[in-house]
């Protein structure tokens, strides 16, 4: 019974470490990919020639920017490791 039991929790342990390492990544690639986004519509402004087209490259940039830094603020410290 302790050996079923035991087998049991650890099964779950090793579930809660992959899912664990999972979102650690998801977070990583979040960020990434917001800063992808970023320099994506920085590289638009530098290429617009109307003004119309740059004022918006500089908006599409700023809400890029103001996503990647919110994830890096919510994402700093909360994910902490029980071992």
Same mark, same amino acid.
């Given at each position: 019974v302790f050996?079923?039991? &035991?087998?049991?929790?650890?099964?779950?342990?090793?579930?809660w470490n992959e899912e664990f390492q999972m979102v650690q990544a998801e977070m990583f690639w979040t960020t990434l990919w917001f800063k992808h986004q970023e320099?994506? &519509?920085e590289r638009r402004f530098t290429q617009a020639i109307e003004p119309g087209h740059c004022?918006?490259?500089?908006?599409?940039q700023n809400i890029w920017e103001k996503f990647r830094k919110k994830a890096e603020e919510s994402f700093q410290?909360?994910?902490?490791?029980?071992e």
């Open positions: 050996r079923v039991s &035991w087998l049991k929790a650890k099964a779950r342990y090793d579930r320099d994506e &519509w004022a918006y490259a500089t908006k599409q410290g909360n994910m902490t490791r029980i």
